[in-house]
């Protein structure tokens, strides 16, 4: 193990509360580590409890937020898949923290971000959406990839924020919907779960109606694939699934969202 690996595990083992600039800037230029070991138990644990229990500077959490829009790694060789693959969806990752907390008023990162930043990180997961064609969950050599997943916590994050409106979710589920039209295998890690959460929160942020929401699930056409039912027909419906478990374990599911839901599961 390197040194610095070394260091920065002592420093998660201890539960340290602060870390250098060369720490957080090599954590940063890791976040695709090709090693799954350092990539999911050192690079990403690090940077995740650093942002959410404060263990960061402001500068430094400014560092991180000013690196990833600059150097667009949500976008990295967007065109090509793994390895390349791996550095994207850990960036999803990443920028859905940094939207978490500067969304949070009870972080002493709130607001943290420009204006410029804040629209970038806001905008972008709808634009990664509709560009990624790479949504391997499991490689044997990379270990756990997260496609769809990771893209699914970002969009759930940017949901919450307070600068967040309606328009957005419209726009999101239209997306999402896009997403499964276009698959072309079958999910198999309840990716459908990761993506439909957002929009539950949307409901429980009232970003969104049920009424709105029971709109949007209405009158869906997916195509058919080979004189079979499409496979994103099949994510469609493990999403919708995963909206009404979630709405009705809370006992708030309305009638109208219900029925609709039904009707097509």
Known sequence: MKEIEKILSDKLERNATSYTDSEVQWLYEHIGDENPEIRDSLVFISLASGLVEEKFTLEQVKFLAKSAKEEDILFYNIQKGLPYTVTRTFAALLCGFLVRVDGDSNSSYHKFMTESERNYYLNSILSYLKKEKDFTDFDTKYGWVHGLAHAGDYLGQVIKHPNTNQEFVFEAFETIIKVFEDLKCPLSEKEEARLAYPFVEAVLENKISQEQLSQLVANREFPI?????????????????????????????????????????
């Open 225 to 265: 694939a080979e004189g079979r039912r499409h496979v994103g027909r099949f994510a469609y419906e493990k999403f919708l699934s995963a909206i009404y478990f979630a709405l009705e374990s809370k006992g708030i599911l309305e009638e109208q969202l219900k029925t609709e839901l039904l009707n097509i599961l």
